[in-house]
């Protein structure tokens, strides 16, 4: 079946601690994005990548990296800048078409806690 | 700037009640997206629907419904005859002609047997 898988499920970062985020897409899809879901705001991009070897910024990308090195795949960093990590981040894919027309389509989210 | 708003934070309905979920957009661009997505309780967002700016067709999908009303900006999600497994989070999302997709906040519906 094609889909996103995001890894892990759930993940704990101590103080000072980097964590890596995994999202894996089998779709053939262009374009993919992270985004991170708090309570009553509904999602907010945090980067996005239009092909291989390329990304922008997003929202509210401060304390935040991610590499596309492979068409399939699009990890997400969360780095010790990032001051307040706990919340629920989802990535997503899409056809990428310049009018903005194409669904995403979006993986099952890591749930990201303090220790 | 985009933006969309969905003024209703959480919404509860008995089983076989119709409900409808709000949903208002701002955008200066004259060709944009509309979508619609749903959230249930194992956290992926599932697509249901798209409009584009040009087409302001109500649409119908057994029990799903759609009303987009450019005149008043707003692409309502009506839901006849409510069931236990309409219970979600559902949002409202438009994308313009850059790729600039935005969510509202989300409404959260739960359906009571």
């Known amino acids: 079946d094609g889909g996103i898988t995001q890894s892990p499920k759930y993940l704990f970062r101590k103080e000072g601690q980097n964590v890596t985020l995994s999202c894996e897409q089998n779709?053939?899809?262009?374009?993919m994005y992270w985004y991170r879901q708090d309570p009553g705001q509904g999602l907010r991009l945090i980067y996005y990548?239009?092909?291989?070897?390329?990304?922008q910024k997003g929202d509210i990308a401060e304390g935040y990296s991610v590499s596309r090195e492979k068409k399939e795949s699009f990890p997400l960093t969360v780095t010790s800048a990032q001051k307040n990590p706990t919340a629920f981040y989802l990535c997503?894919?899409?056809?990428?078409?310049?009018?903005?027309?194409?669904?995403?389509?979006f993986g099952d989210g890591t749930r990201l806690s303090i220790l | 700037a985009q933006k969309v708003t969905q003024a209703q934070t959480e919404i509860s309905v008995v089983e076989k009640e119709d409900v409808t979920l709000d949903c208002v957009y701002e955008?200066?661009?004259?060709?944009?997206?509309l979508f619609w997505y749903k959230q249930p309780p194992s956290g992926e967002l599932v697509f249901l629907i798209r409009?584009?700016?040009?087409?302001?067709q109500n649409e119908i999908s057994g029990r799903y419904s759609w009303n987009f009303q450019k005149s008043t900006s707003s692409f309502n999600f009506t839901i006849t005859a409510s069931q236990v497994v309409d219970s979600a989070v559902y949002f409202c999302?438009?994308?313009?002609?850059?790729?600039?997709?935005?969510f509202g906040a989300g409404t959260r519906l739960t359906v009571k047997p």
């Open positions: 999302a438009l994308s313009d002609g850059n790729n600039d997709m935005r």
């Open positions: 409009r584009n700016s040009f087409d302001e």
């Open positions: 779709l053939n899809h262009d374009a």
């Open positions: 997503a894919s899409s056809i990428w078409k310049l009018r903005g027309d194409q669904p995403q389509h």
């Open positions: 990548s239009q092909i291989v070897n390329d990304f």
């Open positions: 955008t200066r661009d004259t060709t944009y997206y």
